[in-house]
């Protein structure tokens, strides 16, 4: 008798917490609270709330149609394939937003430690995605085993931040409850889609399952409570903790720590920051340039730009660059990556209603498909550039398929004349 290989529920639950437990908690904490206030508590539970019916939605559609593609193949099977590059394109061109405001988390924790403000936060972001671009170039990966380890490195650092701070909390913190009003908790909401943004991921993964009908929607109610746990635990003792101070902190965890701990805890809090970092921006490297170059050969991007993963890459970094030296601000820029993540959920809970039985499975992903369209709406102007994105890719493709017509028809008289 042989044995299935393939994913437990344990190993798919934890592939499904790294992918979810990113950077962004490093400093999302103080980004709410900047927003909101002590009220972005309610901006957390609700993300978390919503974090189960979307888990859910693309753990069914993982588990229907099992492929690697995710929310592309689903958007391709759903709507056609100018929609498909409209997912790619909002995947790939976040990667150069993404990377500079992931750094620049980093950056405030290497800043508290050695002072320099700006520059230092500069000097950190060249040097993490410096390197994560040579790792790459050369074909130098982060494994998938690396990358558990360094999201089990950041779950056991918010365990032991929570337990250190957890006597320093006071419940007087929690006033004034709304400084910015009501309104501030859409705000911080619509920011915080960067911290739950991955669980994209359970659909690539659903084909890895030993029996991904029994697995998949097991491994996602076992994520989904880990990653909320965590997220509203760290989020509360940060707000109840450090009080006002939280909301004008670029090192919420280190400050935490140090008034919990004391000792060289920044020091050590900056080192795991600037690991983790590089970590997850060499995935993002890794990813974006197989993804770009990938839609350089569908025909969904010019191949001379982005025709092979080295010149995606360069674009990438190129990209990167540009983006970090313009005066957007921290908030601004983490809202139009949001904005990107938000876009692809709502086409990919769009295709799940089309794409999924009637039933339960159906009705949860309407659920998910309301929530992430008012997440969309809350995210602001930033939202715009993400409906950019998509039209340039869709207005890409019109053009692109026009262009070759008449270049074929042209080949065609030639071989005739000839």
């Known amino acids: 008798m042989t044995t299935r290989t393939g994913l437990s529920v344990s190993q798919g639950a934890a592939l499904s917490v790294g992918a979810v437990l990113g950077t962004g908690l490093i400093s999302m904490p103080a980004l709410a609270a900047e927003a909101a206030g002590p009220a972005s508590l309610v901006a957390w539970l609700a993300l978390i709330l919503l974090s189960a019916p979307l888990a859910w939605t693309f753990a069914a559609l993982g588990a229907r149609y099992p492929d690697g593609g995710g929310v592309s193949t689903y958007a391709r099977m759903a709507f056609g394939p100018r929609v498909a590059a409209a997912v790619g394109w909002c995947f790939y061109f976040a990667v150069p937003l993404g990377a500079p405001v992931a750094a620049a988390f980093t950056g405030g924790y290497v800043a508290d430690v050695l002072g320099g403000g700006r520059t230092t936060e500069f000097v950190t972001f060249l040097a993490i995605i410096g390197t994560a671009y040579g790792m790459n170039w050369f074909g130098l990966r982060i494994s998938g085993k690396v990358q558990l380890v360094l999201s089990a490195c950041l779950a056991t650092l918010l365990v032991v931040t929570v337990v250190a701070a957890l006597p320093h909390a006071r419940w007087e913190n929690l006033q004034p409850f709304a400084p910015h009003g009501w309104t501030g908790i859409g705000a911080a909401a619509a920011i915080l889609v960067w911290g739950f943004a991955g669980w994209e991921a359970l659909s690539s993964l659903s084909g890895e399952y030993r029996n991904p009908q029994r697995d998949v929607p097991r491994a996602t109610l076992i994520a989904v409570a880990v990653v909320g746990v965590l997220y509203l635990a760290v989020a509360a003792v940060s707000v109840l903790a450090l009080g006002p101070a939280l909301a004008g902190s670029r090192a919420p965890l280190a400050d935490l720590l140090a008034i919990g701990v004391g000792g060289p805890v920044r020091a050590i809090t900056a080192v795991v920051a600037v ?43 190129v990209a990167s660059v540009v983006s970090a030296l313009l005066p957007l601000g921290l908030h601004t820029a983490a809202l139009l990556v949001t904005g990107c993540f938000t876009l692809v959920y709502v086409i990919g809970t769009a295709a799940a209603l089309r794409l999924l039985p009637a039933g339960w499975s159906r009705v949860v992903a309407g659920v998910a498909f309301v929530a992430v369209v008012a997440l969309l709406w809350l995210n602001g102007w930033p939202a715009l550039l993400s409906l950019a994105i998509a039209a340039g890719a869709v207005i890409y493709q019109e053009w692109s398929s026009r262009s070759r017509v008449p270049a074929a028809a042209d080949s065609q008289e030639t071989c005739q004349v000839g």
């Open 275 to 317: 690991v983790l970092t590089l970590g997850a921006v060499n995935a993002y490297f890794a990813g974006g340039s197989r993804l770009g170059a990938a839609l350089a050969g569908e025909g969904a991007l010019p191949a001379r730009v982005f025709g092979s993963q080295r010149k995606a890459m360069t674009f990438i970094l």
